[in-house]
C-alpha cells in the first residue's frame, strides 16, 4: 500500500501540514488569483486558499511569502538530464542539430549508473531553483543496463515529482543512422527493458511521484517496426508515449529518402496519433499537419531557447493553442539549452512569440499557462498538476526577484515575473515538502555531488 504523496505518516496534530500566506499576489489557475492570497496544504495537496485576514492557524508550518508572487509549480515535459555533463561543449556548440549530436554520441557512450545519478541529481536541483515541481526526462542513450533505474532512484531519494521516459535508439550509423553502436541496442532488447521499467516503477495513482512513459528517440534513430511495438506497448501497459517530431530539415530529407513520406505522416502511419503522446519541438509540421496532430490530441513540448540556440526554427505556437493543441513547455538538453531554468525558457517562449507575431502574439499569463496547465496536459495530469485549486497536488513556488530589478512595478506582478528578472524560486513545494527554501536547494549532499559531477564531467568529456 503506498503512502499518499507528501503524507508523513504521523498523527496529525493541526488541521493544515503547511500554509503559505501574504503573497502578493496568488495565481490558482487561469481563471482566479488572489491579492494578498494564502494556500494551505494536507497530506501533499491543497486544501484550502483564500484572502487575506482569513487564513487558518492550526498549521505545523508557515512559508511567508512576504509581498512575492505565487504560483503553481512549473512543469518541464522535455529534457535530457544527462547532458548537464557536457555543457557548452566547445566542439559541438556552433554545429547544426546533426552537426552537434554526432560530436556528441561517442562522449555519452561513456555514461554509467553514477554518471546518470550524478547528472540527475544536479539536474533536479536546478530545476528546482528555477521553480520546476515536476519533469520528465528522457534518456535515450543506454550504453550500459539500468541506467533508468539510476535516475528514478535518484528522484526518489529527492522527493521530485518525475515522469522517466525510457529512451532508445536502433539505428545505427552501420543502419544509415547518425549515432555509433556503442549507444543503440536491439529492438528486443529495448522492448523487454521498456516493460521492466514501467513495471518495476510506474505509478498510476492520484499524486504519484514518479511514473514511466516509453520514448524511442526520434523517426530517424529507430526502426519502423520499434516505433509499431513501442505504440502498441504504451496501450496494452497504459503509459504515455514521447518522441521529436519535426525538430529539424534534415528530419524532412531523413524521412523522405528513408520511409517516403514526411515525418508527420511517418508518425502517423506507425501508431503515434494518439492522445496518449506528446512530442518534442514539432517545429517542421505543416499547417494541414498540425490540424491532424490537434484533432488527435498529440501535444508539443515547446523548447524555444534549445530551438533559437541551434538555430533551426521555431514551432508556431500561436497557431497550436489556437487549435487546441496541449503545448507545455520544455527546457531541453542541458547540452543544447546549457540551463534548466524553466522560467528562462518561459520568458523565452513570451518574447520569442511576441518577436515572431507582434506584442498581441503572447502575454506574460499565456507563458505561465503553458509551463503549468500546458504541460500538465501534455503529461496526462491536467487534473491535479499546473494549477492550486483545492485537491491538486501541493506543488507550487514563490517567486523571489531583487527589489531593484522589481523597482518601477507596481500594476501587474504576473507581467513583471517574467519582464524584470531574473527571476529564481524562493521557495520551491512538491508534494507539501519544502525542497527550495529561501533560494537554496534543501538538499544537504548537494556541495558533494557538485564535486563528484565536475569528476565524472571530466572523464566523459576526455579532459585531463
Known amino acids: 500500500m503506498r503512502t499518499p504523496a507528501g503524507s508523513t505518516g504521523h498523527r496529525r496534530t493541526h488541521d493544515y501540514d503547511l500554509l503559505v500566506k501574504d503573497a502578493q499576489l496568488l495565481v490558482v489557475d487561469g481563471a482566479t488569483e488572489i491579492p494578498g492570497g494564502w494556500i494551505a496544504l494536507r497530506d501533499g495537496r491543497v486544501a484550502a486558499v ?56 561517442p562522449l555519452w557512450s561513456g555514461l554509467d549508473a553514477e554518471a546518470v545519478h550524478l547528472s540527475t541529481y544536479v539536474g533536479i536541483a536546478e530545476l528546482l531553483m528555477g521553480g520546476c515541481t515536476a519533469s520528465m526526462d528522457h534518456l535515450y542513450v543506454h550504453p550500459r543496463p539500468r541506467l533508468v533505474d539510476a535516475e528514478i532512484r535518484t528522484a526518489q531519494e529527492i522527493g521530485f515529482r518525475f515522469h522517466a521516459t525510457r529512451g532508445s535508439m536502433t539505428r545505427s550509423v552501420e543502419d544509415g543512422g547518425l549515432p555509433p553502436r556503442s549507444v543503440t541496442q536491439t529492438d528486443d ?22 511514473r514511466v512513459a516509453l520514448a524511442p528517440c526520434s523517426p530517424f534513430s529507430v526502426t519502423r517496426e520499434l516505433m509499431v511495438q513501442t505504440a502498441e506497448l504504451a496501450e496494452r501497459l497504459d503509459v504515455r508515449l514521447h518522441t521529436h517530431l519535426a ?37 517542421y509540421a505543416q499547417d494541414d499537419e498540425r490540424a491532424r496532430l490537434a484533432a488527435a490530441g498529440v501535444g508539443v513540448a515547446h523548447c524555444p531557447s534549445s530551438n533559437m540556440l541551434i538555430g533551426g526554427g521555431t514551432a508556431a505556437i500561436r497557431e497550436m493553442r489556437a487549435l487546441g493543441m496541449p503545448v507545455g513547455i520544455g527546457c531541453d538538453g542541458s547540452a543544447s539549452t546549457d540551463h534548466a531554468s524553466l522560467w528562462m525558457e518561459a520568458r523565452a517562449a513570451l518574447l ?22 500546458g504541460s500538465a496536459r501534455c503529461l496526462g495530469r491536467d487534473d491535479e498538476l499546473g494549477h492550486l485549486r483545492p485537491g491538486a497536488c501541493g506543488d507550487l513556488v514563490v517567486w523571489n526577484t531583487h527589489e531593484v530589478a522589481l523597482a518601477g512595478s507596481f500594476t501587474d506582478p504576473v507581467e513583471a515575473w517574467l519582464r524584470c528578472g531574473p527571476s529564481r524560486a524562493w521557495t520551491t513545494i512538491v508534494g507539501g515538502r519544502v525542497l527550495v527554501d529561501r533560494g537554496e536547494p534543501q538538499l544537504p549532499e548537494l556541495a558533494e555531488k557538485l564535486r563528484d559531477h565536475a569528476r565524472v564531467a571530466r572523464r566523459i568529456q576526455r579532459l585531463k
Not at 523522405?256 to 519541438?281: I, K, L, N
Not at 520569442?352 to 496547465?373: F, K, Q, S, V
Open 189 to 210: 532488447e529495448v522492448l523487454a527493458d521498456s516493460e521492466r521499467v514501467v513495471t518495476a516503477y510506474h505509478d498510476p495513482s492520484p499524486g504519484a511521484l514518479i
Open 247 to 283: 525538430e529539424d530539415p534534415d528530419e524532412d530529407a531523413f524521412c523522405q529518402e528513408t520511409h517516403g513520406c514526411r515525418p508527420v505522416e511517418y508518425f502517423e502511419s506507425v501508431g503515434w496519433m494518439t492522445d496518449r503522446t506528446w512530442v518534442a519541438h514539432c517545429i
Open 352 to 373: 520569442l512569440a511576441r518577436y515572431r507575431g507582434g506584442p498581441g502574439a503572447m502575454a506574460a499569463r499565456d507563458a505561465l499557462d503553458m509551463a503549468t496547465r
Open 50 to 105: 483564500g484572502g487575506p485576514g482569513s487564513e487558518p492557524e492550526s498549521v505545523a508550518r508557515t512559508v511567508a511569502a512576504t509581498g512575492r508572487l505565487v504560483t503553481p509549480g512549473l512543469i518541464n515535459t522535455h529534457h535530457h538530464l544527462y547532458q548537464n555533463l557536457t555543457r557548452s561543449f566547445a566542439p559541438a556548440v556552433n554545429g547544426t542539430l546533426f552537426d552537434w549530436l554526432t560530436t556528441l554520441y
